[in-house]
């Protein structure tokens, strides 16, 4: 019930503001529109998620070149990929507002404001504003975000309520990428590490000085984690067999045990709606 409220208080919050439809964005620009948008670009598979979410994928005419999620948003025209939006693409495609990256499009933001256009970024850092970049898309499109933060939260609550409390916390490793592709984790700072703190678990990776750091296997075996997380790019679980049948990795309790498990990358990396999911994957992994 609790946390209920707090999810109407956010949306509440958000929806105060001077204008129509104004929202600080996630550089921290008051942004504005004046009439719900009928035509919409997105420039990060997050968003894109977030616009169908919230029921306007119908709206959506350009998006990014990962944005491939729900199925319906590969119809969707492909205006560049997320380090190189096309400029030309877009502002040919005359959309009422452009949802963009806070990081690696700024250059794209500033030349698309220069030809007159509206763009919000939004692209969150943490698993909180994962709920207010929702509530503010939302606003500047006009839409109820409600029901989605609710379900988003009666998901968490669920998956948090699988934790096994009677257990001590187990250290989880998790692999990025391994073998020929280097052995990369996920840091301090990252939306992976502060999954794994969520799941009741310790990240192996935490004390880092990189949030995406690489060690060799020799590293990886003086961390001795309990269990071992894989990024899974396909989503056929098929990582896991490659990742112990290596023999740099044959020594590592958790192969020895048996607990090394796929995780979908898509659930676990887009900060977006189905982040949720992605929680609710580890903490199924972590208690099986």
Same mark, same amino acid.
């Given at each position: 019930?609790?946390?209920?409220?707090?999810?109407?208080?956010?949306?509440?919050?958000?929806?105060?503001?001077?204008?129509?439809?104004?929202?600080?964005?996630?550089?921290?620009? !008051?942004?504005?529109?004046?009439?719900?948008?009928?035509?919409?670009?997105?420039?990060?598979?997050?968003?894109?998620?977030?616009?169908? +979410?919230?029921?306007?994928?119908?709206?959506?005419?350009?998006?990014?070149?990962?944005?491939?999620?729900?199925?319906?948003?590969?119809?969707?025209?492909?205006?560049?990929?997320?380090?190189?939006?096309?400029?030309?693409?877009?502002? +040919?495609? *005359?959309?009422?507002?452009?949802?963009?990256?806070?990081?690696? *499009?700024?250059? /794209?933001?500033?030349?698309?404001?220069?030809?007159?256009?509206?763009?919000?970024? %939004?692209? &969150?850092?943490?698993?909180?504003?994962?709920?207010?970049?929702?509530?503010?898309?939302?606003?500047?499109?006009? +839409?109820?975000?409600? &029901?989605?933060?609710?379900?988003?939260?009666?998901? *968490?609550? /669920?998956?948090?309520?699988?934790?096994?409390?009677?257990?001590? !916390?187990?250290?989880?490793?998790?692999?990025?990428?391994?073998?020929?592709?280097?052995?990369?984790?996920?840091?301090?700072?990252?939306?992976?590490?502060?999954?794994?703190?969520?799941?009741? /678990?310790?990240?192996?990776?935490?004390? !880092? *000085?990189?949030?995406?750091?690489?060690?060799?296997?020799?590293?990886?075996? /003086?961390?001795?984690?309990?269990?071992?997380?894989?990024?899974?790019?396909?989503?056929?679980?098929?990582?896991?067999?490659?990742?112990?049948?290596?023999?740099?990795? +044959?020594?590592?309790?958790?192969?020895?045990?048996?607990?090394?498990?796929? %995780?979908?990358?898509?659930?676990?990396?887009?900060?977006?709606?189905?982040?949720?999911?992605?929680?609710?994957?580890? %903490?199924?992994?972590?208690?099986?």
């Amino acid at each position: 019930m609790k946390r209920r409220i707090l999810v109407w208080l956010l949306v509440l919050l958000l929806a105060m503001g001077a204008a129509a439809a104004e929202v600080i964005d996630g550089l921290g620009r !008051a942004v504005s529109l004046d009439r719900v948008p009928e035509r919409i670009v997105s420039l990060t598979p997050a968003n894109t998620e977030i616009l169908y +979410a919230l029921g306007v994928g119908d709206k959506v005419v350009g998006a990014d070149t990962y944005s491939d999620y729900p199925a319906e948003a590969a119809a969707i025209p492909r205006m560049g990929d997320y380090s190189g939006p096309n400029v030309e693409l877009i502002a +040919a495609a *005359q959309p009422d507002v452009v949802f963009a990256s806070t990081k690696l *499009q700024i250059d /794209a933001v500033e030349k698309l404001e220069s030809l007159g256009l509206t763009v919000v970024c %939004v692209e &969150p850092d943490d698993y909180g504003e994962v709920l207010s970049g929702i509530a503010r898309i939302a606003r500047i499109v006009g +839409a109820d975000p409600g &029901p989605l933060l609710e379900e988003i939260t009666d998901k *968490q609550v /669920a998956a948090l309520s699988a934790i096994d409390r009677g257990v001590d !916390a187990p250290t989880v490793y998790f692999a990025l990428s391994f073998g020929e592709f280097g052995d990369y984790s996920a840091g301090p700072g990252t939306f992976l590490d502060e999954l794994i703190r969520m799941a009741g /678990a310790k990240n192996a990776a935490a004390d !880092a *000085q990189y949030a995406w750091p690489m060690y060799s296997p020799e590293g990886i075996v /003086a961390l001795d984690p309990d269990v071992i997380l894989i990024s899974d790019y396909v989503g056929d679980g098929a990582v896991v067999e490659q990742f112990a049948a290596l023999p740099n990795y +044959a020594g590592l309790r958790a192969v020895k045990e048996g607990r090394v498990y796929a %995780v979908d990358e898509d659930l676990v990396s887009r900060p977006g709606p189905r982040i949720v999911e992605g929680l609710s994957e580890i %903490v199924g992994a972590l208690y099986q």
